[in-house]
């Protein structure tokens, strides 16, 4: 899914329901062990920039295993979220 925040800035979202194969672990309900992928935001983000994948590349990589906390504080840091995005719509 993709988040859209109020100033503009978006990032992809994913956790393990989303598959094998995601940077994710743990549980919704256990927000403490809470871990997602963030991918491909629109700005470089400097409470993100410690998990980067490739930190040459600041919005063309992931950022695995991202604290559900530190999430938070980035959505809040742009103002919350006003959309997100399930699908990719017409491609």
């Not at 938070?72 to 990719?88: A, E, N, R, S």
Request: with cysteine; hydrophobic share 35%; proline share 8%.
């Amino acid at each position: 899914m993709w988040i859209i925040c109020k100033d503009g800035f978006e990032m992809s979202l994913i956790d393990q329901d989303d598959g094998p194969h995601a940077y994710a672990s743990g549980s919704v309900d256990n927000k403490d062990d809470y871990l997602v992928e963030i991918g491909y935001p629109t700005q470089v983000d400097s409470l993100l920039v410690p998990y980067a994948e490739d930190k040459e590349y600041p919005t063309q990589t992931v950022y695995p295993y991202v604290p559900w906390a530190r999430v938070q504080d980035v959505i809040l840091k742009h103002g919350g979220p006003v959309d997100v995005k399930t699908t990719l719509g017409n491609i």
